[in-house]
């Protein structure tokens, strides 16, 4: 970013502009840059400015290679409240299914699982549980739902009165998995031990305004840039 534009008086005619092209520059593999670097280095009020322009895009974006790493740092960068609106898009459950299985999208989903409350975990949770089998198929579905069991089960020992609950659920209990980890399988994932399944062509049959982004998922998963 050009240090003289970034200044008076040139700052808020620029921000201006970038606040009205923020998603397609977030989509751009220069303008990307442009947008992290504000969302690092402005206020608090222009970083507000960024993340509501982009409010009602962030599932498009989130898949996408550049956009999602503006996304991340959406969520890094801006006010609690505001990470809880971006989360709540985020976890409407088409939105959920298509990002979990997205080259790009499901680092979007585990970056979430970091940021968000205790009631969009347990929100996050519900979904993915109704959704497992599907889930669990997808190439990054399994790195999901362990990431997941692992958060909701610490928020369980963490809160007051945690023990008390966990120990009435039974040995290995977790948000997601209530009856305890060491099932008919023995000690396993949350992954091993559900049998929820819908059906493999469920996520398949999803049709949003976000592309064919669940049937182009690739068996490994690049590198995030």
Same mark, same amino acid.
């Given at each position: 970013?050009?240090? @003289?534009?970034?200044?008076?008086?040139?700052?808020? !005619?620029?921000?201006? @502009?970038?606040?009205?092209?923020?998603?397609?520059?977030?989509?751009?593999?220069?303008?990307?840059?442009?947008? +992290?670097?504000?969302?690092?280095?402005?206020?608090?009020?222009?970083?507000?400015?960024?993340? #509501?322009?982009?409010?009602? %895009?962030?599932?498009?974006?989130?898949?996408? #290679?550049?956009?999602?790493?503006?996304?991340?740092?959406? $969520?890094?960068?801006? $006010? =609690? /409240?505001?990470?809880?609106?971006?989360?709540?898009?985020?976890?409407?459950?088409?939105?959920?299914?298509?990002?979990?299985?997205?080259?790009?999208?499901?680092?979007?989903?585990?970056?979430?699982?970091?940021?968000?409350?205790? /009631? @969009?975990?347990?929100? $996050?949770?519900?979904?993915?549980?109704?959704?497992?089998?599907?889930? #669990?198929?997808?190439?990054?579905? =399994?790195?999901?739902?362990?990431?997941?069991?692992? #958060?909701?089960?610490?928020?369980?020992?963490?809160?007051?009165?945690?023990?008390?609950?966990?120990?009435?659920?039974?040995?290995?209990?977790?948000?997601?998995? !209530?009856?305890?980890?060491?099932? +008919?399988?023995? !000690?396993?994932?949350?992954?091993?031990?559900?049998?929820?399944?819908?059906?493999?062509?469920?996520?398949? %049959?999803?049709?949003?305004?976000?592309?064919?982004?669940?049937?182009?998922?690739? %068996?490994?998963?690049? $590198? %995030?840039?």
């Amino acid at each position: 970013v050009c240090p @003289q534009l970034t200044r008076p008086p040139y700052r808020q !005619p620029v921000l201006v @502009q970038i606040y009205a092209a923020c998603g397609t520059m977030a989509q751009n593999r220069y303008g990307n840059y442009v947008v +992290q670097h504000l969302l690092e280095h402005s206020s608090q009020e222009e970083v507000s400015g960024i993340v #509501k322009s982009m409010a009602g %895009q962030y599932v498009e974006l989130g898949l996408h #290679k550049f956009a999602s790493n503006v996304i991340e740092k959406c $969520m890094q960068q801006c $006010m =609690p /409240d505001e990470s809880i609106g971006i989360i709540d898009e985020l976890l409407e459950e088409r939105a959920l299914l298509a990002l979990s299985a997205d080259q790009y999208g499901n680092f979007i989903v585990q970056r979430l699982i970091d940021y968000a409350s205790s /009631d @969009q975990l347990s929100t $996050m949770a519900t979904r993915v549980t109704a959704n497992l089998g599907d889930i #669990k198929r997808c190439s990054y579905g =399994p790195r999901i739902i362990e990431k997941l069991d692992m #958060k909701t089960s610490f928020l369980r020992s963490t809160t007051a009165g945690a023990a008390g609950a966990v120990s009435s659920l039974g040995p290995g209990s977790t948000l997601l998995n !209530p009856g305890g980890l060491q099932g +008919q399988g023995g !000690p396993s994932s949350f992954a091993q031990t559900s049998s929820v399944n819908l059906g493999s062509g469920h996520i398949q %049959q999803q049709h949003t305004s976000w592309g064919n982004s669940l049937q182009q998922q690739q %068996q490994q998963p690049p $590198m %995030q840039q």
